[in-house]
């Protein structure tokens, strides 16, 4: 379960990231 939510965590800040250069 850990291991899930580490990863949801990851693709959300990259998802984030994205959207913030996008934006850019």
């Known amino acids: 379960m850990t ?3 580490q990863k949801f965590k990851l693709d959300l800040i ?3 990231l994205d959207t913030g ?3 850019r």
Do not use: H, R
């Open 14 to 16: 990259q998802e984030y």
């Open 21 to 23: 250069c996008s934006q």
């Open 3 to 5: 291991k899930y939510t």
